[in-house]
């Protein structure tokens, strides 16, 4: 089926914020410019200013002007992409005024209705009813809805419960957008199609995993909502866990949305609680202080414009995490993600063990081990850590750690790499949701997230200083160190 099959009208609430035009209006723009939209779609932005067509045209070109490389905006491109574009001021809260949008959705019915939700969760309840009331809805509709989805498990699920009442769990699409990304799809392929990990993917052949996700922006003039949230329900609740289930689930029966994500809720199911007695073994919390960023001095998390002089929100977390299943008994899983770091980093670092018996220099017994390297950002790709003998003469048997790597910029010839918001868009309108997050996994991900929370609040590790440009504090680093294990960068 071609993309010319997939008529759509894609709605997008919140079309002036800051999601719709740095991410989403340029992600539509590319997949325009490639023809992987149909030719008749389009796209309503939806907001309460007071734009009228040419206005929000304008505001579109300033936001793909500032995020798309120059190269890609020729005059046509633009001007194919603005017929598409329609707009309609909204108050949310009113359902008079979702009248003339039903209207211009009643056009035509043959058209598959988007309605993305780039607005605050607070908004979806009354978005989705008063889409409903004004006949915006049909059995085609499909919504999707960006997270965070709720603060804990129970407003989640009273936001879920909202929608869920006017759209079918097949009609959602829960967006994490590194499920989006090149690198983390390709890991399915890495791990189930090549027996040459597939055979390795346990813990007879693994001795730890590392997942980081860092960082070099601060709150970004965000204070009054990641204070509330912290960095544990802002990254580890969705983003880690979600790398942390294509990591050690198990082959699925195929690729289907529903097998997928069954092996994934089976691995937040095994995940073991860290319970009061393991928090100063299995937790580092963290906040960042005045510190330099690519040798520029950034003021402190308590400094920040706004700030709580109360707050007792962590930047940083780090844990260690452990999945009750055959597969993954014994194997550390260590989890990092904080704010204000030298990089800006995701990748997943998968550990392989030692040879039971080592016959090369007694002294480069601890070099002998290989790693994979998943990265995810910056230069998505793989890098597989082998061991070969050094070259020279007088040199013996030493060994040296060389990697084999995969750019995937540099080995497909591309010179840009789709955004994870590209694939993701491209997958609703193609109505795949293998990529998307089923209601269950957000529950039992929250649930587990949720133990921990309460526990630490009560009676959990106090947050500790890092300075800015630091990969945390140093507790972090005792916290693999006590297991005889480094973090990937201090090898």
Not at 236 to 260: G, R, W
Request: net charge negative; proline share 4%.
């Amino acid at each position: 089926m071609s993309s010319q099959d997939h008529l759509c009208d894609i709605v997008i609430f919140g079309a002036a914020g800051d999601l719709a035009q740095r991410k989403l209006i340029r992600a539509l723009f590319q997949l325009d410019r490639a023809g992987l939209l149909n030719e008749h779609s389009r796209i309503i932005g939806v907001a309460r200013d007071e734009y009228d067509q040419e206005g929000f045209a304008k505001r579109c070109k300033s936001s793909l002007e500032r995020f798309v490389d120059s190269t890609y905006l020729k005059s046509d491109a633009w001007e194919h992409f603005k017929q598409r574009l329609e707009y309609s001021c909204i108050n949310l809260t009113q359902k008079s005024e979702f009248d003339h949008l039903a209207d211009c959705l009643n056009q035509r019915t043959d058209s598959t209705r988007i309605f993305y939700y780039a607005l605050p969760a607070s908004l979806y309840g009354v978005t989705s009813e008063n889409l409903h009331a004004s006949g915006c809805l049909n059995d085609q509709a499909r919504v999707v809805l960006e997270k965070p989805i709720g603060h804990d498990h129970e407003s989640s699920s009273q936001i879920n419960n909202q929608v869920g009442e006017f759209f079918k769990e097949s009609q959602i699409y829960r967006i994490d957008h590194y499920l989006g990304k090149e690198t983390v799809q390709n890991l399915i392929a890495l791990r189930f199609a090549n027996p040459l990990f597939g055979s390795q993917w346990k813990q007879s052949h693994i001795s730890h995993v590392e997942i980081t996700v860092a960082e070099k922006v601060g709150i970004e003039g965000r204070w009054g909502y990641f204070d509330k949230a912290g960095q544990m329900r802002d990254m580890v609740q969705n983003h880690l866990l979600q790398l942390l289930c294509l990591t050690a689930m198990d082959p699925p029966a195929d690729l289907s949305a529903d097998s997928i994500r069954d092996e994934k809720v089976k691995v937040l199911r095994a995940l073991r609680p860290i319970s009061r007695d393991m928090l100063y073994s299995h937790v580092v919390r963290g906040r960042y202080t005045r510190g330099l960023i690519d040798g520029q001095p950034v003021p402190g998390y308590m400094e920040e414009e706004g700030a709580n002089p109360d707050s007792t929100t962590e930047s940083f977390v780090a844990l260690k995490v452990e999945i009750n299943n055959w597969r993954w008994a014994g194997v550390p899983f260590y989890l990092r993600t904080g704010k204000r770091m030298p990089d800006k980093l995701s990748q997943i670092t998968v550990h392989f063990k030692r040879q039971p018996h080592h016959i090369f220099d007694e002294n480069q017994r601890d070099l002998a081990r290989n790693k994979l390297i998943i990265r995810l950002q910056p230069d998505e790709g793989i890098s597989l850590q082998i061991l070969n003998k050094d070259q020279g003469l007088g040199k013996g048997m030493r060994l040296r750690s060389e990697p084999l790597q995969l750019s995937f910029s540099q080995a497909f010839g591309q010179t840009r790499i789709p955004d994870a918001y590209e694939r993701l868009l491209l997958e609703i309108t193609q109505g795949n949701q293998y990529l998307f997050v089923r209601r269950d996994e957000i529950e039992h991900a929250w649930k587990w997230c949720d133990q921990l929370l309460d526990t630490w609040e009560h009676d959990g590790p106090r947050i500790q200083p890092y300075s800015a440009g630091s990969w945390g504090p140093k507790a972090s680093d005792l916290l693999v160190f006590k297991d005889g294990n480094t973090w990937h960068e201090d090898d």
